[in-house]
């Protein structure tokens, strides 16, 4: 099993808080899943969940994301994320640059406001 990063375990944080009143079940599954994959794209990151505990899953289907914002001092401009939600299933995040930048390697200073 692959561990979260400091970015994803922020990240996820912040997004099941913002979504929590609509989304309940997020925060029941965070502790739960790990890393399946990264996948660097050049534009951005994406991340893939699995599960270590079963959980019955549901028909939600959704993209969620934060109000807060993400930076990194090599970028010009601040990073987008979502979350995808597939069956009641925490399944990606996908963080992508917005503009020009390049983005293909991980991420480890950061700041999320």
């Known amino acids: 099993m692959n561990s979260l990063n400091n970015l994803e375990i922020e990240l996820l944080k912040a997004i099941i808080k913002d979504n929590e009143s609509n989304y309940p079940f997020l925060k ?3 502790p739960h899943i ?8 050049g534009v951005g990151i994406y991340v ?3 599960y270590s505990k079963y959980f019955e899953f549901n028909d939600v289907n959704v993209l969620v994301t934060s109000t807060k914002c993400l930076t990194i001092d090599l970028l010009e401009n601040e990073l987008s994320f979502v979350l995808n939600i597939t069956n009641g299933r925490i399944d990606l995040l996908e963080i992508v640059t917005n503009g ?4 293909n390697t991980e991420i480890i200073n950061f700041k999320l406001f």
Not at 34 to 41: G, L, P, Q, V
Not at 100 to 103: A, E
């Open 34 to 41: 790990y890393i399946k994959s990264r996948e660097y794209t």
């Open 100 to 103: 020009d930048d390049i983005l």
């Open 28 to 30: 029941i599954h965070f």
């Open 48 to 50: 893939y969940f699995e």
